[in-house]
């Protein structure tokens, strides 16, 4: 394995935010209003689905992480317009079938150890969205996925309230949650969001949360720059986005250069999969952040937008 580093300048920067949550009854009112306009239609069509590199959960506090005013910035430069409800589909849930949550109100999971105090006490109490929930299984039943469950008890983990508390602080928006099937490959990730392609016509956001690369703990890190195995399968994603080579990425296990260090365990890929999917095979992809931790880990994101 080649381990040496090439040069590569990161922007420091940032500010962190103040971050409040709106009282409980607001977010309950809010979030049955939504949900009506939701159930009803919406003419506030959405052409755009969105991949994120979420990184370490230090994005949350730490100025230090580019990724963080990326995400900060969200609504002034990538994405201005306020959806009716977001769909996350996080790496950090994973299951055998399918599930999505179905909550009024989102728990905020901390699923992660060692950290920070600080961490702990961050509250993302977004509303949920029962119709939502009820809408990606029928959506998903109707394109073939025999088995679509339910999480009734299951809140937001930090693949999603994490970037979400930095995109959208007021946590006025009702959020549903989809897992990911790591044991399954990248298509089946495509075909799940091609079967969400109709939740944009109706005013709601998708994004697949996980990381662009995301080695193992014992990967050792390049403290002078990017190591060149991480650098090569960022450009090859970037070069296969960009050039619309949608089945490539979907058979990356023979297509990626060094797949296996950037990627060890799936889950952390298959989100832009479903992103991807969810754009429509002729969706032109855009690279709008690509930030390094250790000089392995990418913070690579990306937009997808319909035509």
Same mark, same amino acid.
């Given at each position: 394995? /080649?381990?040496?580093?090439?040069?590569?300048?990161?922007?420091?920067?940032?500010?962190?935010?103040?971050?409040?949550?709106?009282?409980?009854?607001? $977010?309950?009112?809010?979030?049955?209003? &939504?949900?009506?306009?939701?159930?009803?239609?919406?003419?506030?069509?959405?052409?755009?689905?969105?991949?994120?590199? !979420?990184?370490?959960?230090? +994005?949350? &506090?730490?100025?230090? %992480?580019?990724?963080?005013?990326?995400?900060?910035?969200?609504?002034?430069?990538?994405?201005?317009?306020?959806?009716?409800?977001?769909?996350?589909?996080?790496?950090?849930?994973?299951?055998?079938?399918?599930?999505?949550?179905?909550?009024?109100?989102? *728990?905020? /999971?901390?699923?992660? $150890?060692?950290?920070?105090?600080?961490?702990?006490?961050? %509250?993302?109490?977004?509303?949920?969205?029962?119709?939502?929930?009820?809408?990606?299984?029928?959506?998903?039943?109707?394109?073939?996925?025999?088995?679509?469950?339910? *999480?009734?008890?299951?809140?937001?983990? !930090?693949?999603?309230?994490?970037?979400? +508390?930095?995109?959208?602080?007021?946590?006025?928006?009702?959020?549903?949650?989809?897992?990911?099937?790591?044991?399954?490959?990248?298509?089946?990730?495509?075909?799940?969001?091609?079967?969400?392609?109709?939740?944009?016509?109706?005013?709601?956001?998708?994004?697949?949360?996980?990381?662009?690369?995301?080695?193992?703990?014992?990967? #050792? #890190?390049?403290? *002078?720059?990017?190591?060149?195995?991480?650098?090569?399968?960022?450009?090859?994603?970037?070069?296969?986005?960009?050039?619309?080579?949608?089945?490539?990425?979907?058979? =990356?296990?023979?297509?990626?250069?060094?797949?296996?260090?950037?990627?060890?365990?799936?889950?952390?890929? =298959?989100?832009?999969?479903?992103?991807?999917?969810?754009?429509?095979?002729?969706?032109?992809?855009?690279? /709008?952040?690509?930030?390094?931790?250790?000089?392995?880990?990418? =913070?690579?994101? =990306?937009?997808?937008?319909?035509?």
């Amino acid at each position: 394995m /080649i381990l040496s580093c090439q040069n590569l300048q990161l922007k420091s920067s940032l500010q962190v935010s103040s971050i409040s949550t709106p009282e409980i009854n607001r $977010r309950t009112l809010l979030k049955f209003l &939504i949900s009506s306009n939701l159930k009803m239609g919406s003419e506030d069509n959405i052409k755009e689905t969105f991949f994120i590199s !979420h990184g370490t959960p230090m +994005m949350a &506090i730490d100025d230090s %992480k580019p990724s963080k005013k990326f995400l900060e910035s969200w609504r002034e430069k990538i994405f201005s317009k306020k959806p009716k409800a977001i769909l996350v589909i996080s790496a950090h849930w994973e299951t055998d079938q399918p599930s999505v949550n179905v909550v009024d109100i989102n *728990d905020t /999971i901390y699923d992660f $150890r060692g950290f920070p105090a600080r961490l702990y006490q961050f %509250k993302y109490s977004a509303p949920g969205s029962p119709e939502l929930a009820n809408r990606i299984q029928d959506l998903l039943a109707g394109s073939g996925f025999k088995s679509v469950n339910t *999480d009734k008890k299951r809140g937001l983990d !930090h693949g999603a309230w994490v970037p979400l +508390m930095l995109m959208y602080p007021e946590a006025d928006i009702p959020v549903c949650q989809l897992s990911v099937q790591s044991h399954l490959d990248g298509t089946h990730h495509y075909k799940l969001g091609q079967a969400l392609a109709p939740l944009k016509d109706e005013g709601v956001l998708i994004i697949g949360s996980g990381s662009a690369t995301h080695p193992s703990n014992g990967t #050792p #890190p390049c403290s *002078d720059g990017v190591a060149p195995w991480a650098a090569a399968f960022d450009r090859w994603l970037e070069t296969a986005l960009t050039n619309g080579s949608y089945e490539e990425v979907n058979k =990356y296990e023979t297509k990626a250069p060094n797949w296996k260090l950037a990627h060890p365990w799936p889950e952390h890929f =298959y989100p832009l999969h479903v992103a991807m999917g969810a754009a429509g095979e002729n969706s032109k992809a855009e690279l /709008i952040h690509n930030s390094w931790d250790g000089g392995i880990m990418s =913070y690579g994101s =990306y937009k997808f937008t319909s035509t």
